[in-house]
C-alpha cells in the first residue's frame, strides 16, 4: 500500500516528510558563499531558510507538543532572528542540525495522538493541525529556496 492510500497519519507524515527533505535538499549543490547570499531585500537566504525551518520544527513540536521552554531550546525571540547565520555556521552544520530537528520531531510526534491538543497563543491546537501547519510551511518556504536556488544557479551559467 502506498501512503497516498493510507490512514490519516501515515499520510501527514508523509506528506511532513517529503517537504522537509525538499527543504534539506536545497542546499545541495552549492557552495558556502552562494547558501548565504541573499538575493531579496530580507535575511532570506537559502541557508538561512534552512535554519528557519529548524526553529519552526522546534518551535512546533519540541516546544508546543513536548513542552520543552523555548529558552532552554535556545529559540530566538522572533521569527526574524531564526533566519540570521552565526559566522561558524556552514551547509553541512546547518542541514544536519535541521536533520536532527526532524528527528526529535518524529520521535517526539509518535507519543501523541492527532486529536491531542496543545497550547499555542491562538488556542489549543491538535497536533494534526500541527503537521498540516508543518506541510504548508515547509511547502512555501521550499518553494521560495527553489526560486533563489535557481536564481543562483542561473548566475553560473
Excluded: K, N
Aim: with cysteine; charged share 25%; hydrophobic share 45%.
Amino acid at each position: 500500500m502506498t501512503f497516498e492510500v493510507a490512514d490519516e497519519r501515515v499520510i501527514l507524515e508523509s506528506m511532513l516528510d517529503r517537504q522537509r527533505a525538499e527543504v534539506a535538499a536545497l542546499l545541495g549543490g552549492l557552495t558556502e558563499a552562494e547558501a548565504r547570499e541573499r538575493l531579496v531585500p530580507s535575511l532570506t537566504t537559502v541557508l538561512g531558510l534552512v535554519a528557519h525551518a529548524r526553529f519552526v520544527e522546534q518551535v512546533w513540536f519540541h516546544h508546543r507538543v513536548a513542552g520543552v521552554p523555548r529558552a532552554t531550546l535556545g529559540l530566538p525571540d522572533t521569527v526574524e532572528e531564526s533566519f540570521v547565520l552565526g559566522a561558524d555556521d556552514t551547509i553541512a552544520s546547518v542541514r544536519d542540525a535541521y536533520l536532527a530537528a526532524c528527528e526529535r520531531s518524529r520521535a517526539i510526534a509518535a507519543e501523541h495522538d492527532l486529536d491531542e491538543t496543545f497550547p499555542w497563543h491562538h488556542g489549543p491546537v491538535s497536533l494534526r493541525y500541527v503537521h498540516a501547519h508543518l506541510v504548508a510551511e515547509l511547502a512555501r518556504h521550499a518553494g521560495h529556496g527553489d526560486i533563489l536556488v535557481e536564481q543562483l544557479r542561473a548566475r553560473r551559467d
